[in-house]
């Protein structure tokens, strides 16, 4: 069940950034269980967000599991808009594109 809430976290981070950049209409692909999970959220917005390739760039910042707990508890306790910073040390791997107004973000990670 932990496993399943902090990719629960890590789901409203990302609908927190697409919030951000005002997509209001949003797809959501969501798998938890506790050996795995992978996250897609899609949304229509007129032009890439300025941070697109930052988002990218932190989602794929290498893992330290090491500090796993520490930054668990860190997740969203600031209550401040995006934490991607550490995002990108919880998750396996992340992709941030836009394409032909379609805004993508898939987060994985293994429990």
Do not use: C
Not at 29 to 47: Q, R
Not at 62 to 79: C, H, I, Q, T, V
Not at 80 to 108: M, P, W, Y
Request: hydrophobic share 35%.
């Amino acid at each position: 069940m932990q496993n399943k809430m902090r990719s629960v976290k890590i789901l409203e981070e990302v609908l927190g950034y697409f919030l951000h950049h005002e997509v209001e209409e949003l797809d959501i692909s969501f798998l938890a269980n506790e050996k795995e999970m992978d996250i897609t959220v899609k949304g229509h917005i007129d032009e890439a967000p300025k941070d697109l390739d930052r988002l990218h760039k932190m989602l794929n910042e290498p893992r330290k599991p090491e500090y796993d707990e520490y930054y668990w508890s860190l997740l969203g306790a600031s209550g401040k808009r995006q934490e991607f910073q550490l995002l990108g040390s919880l998750v396996d791997a992340g992709k941030a594109h836009f394409q032909e107004g379609l805004l993508t973000v898939r987060i994985t990670r293994t429990y």
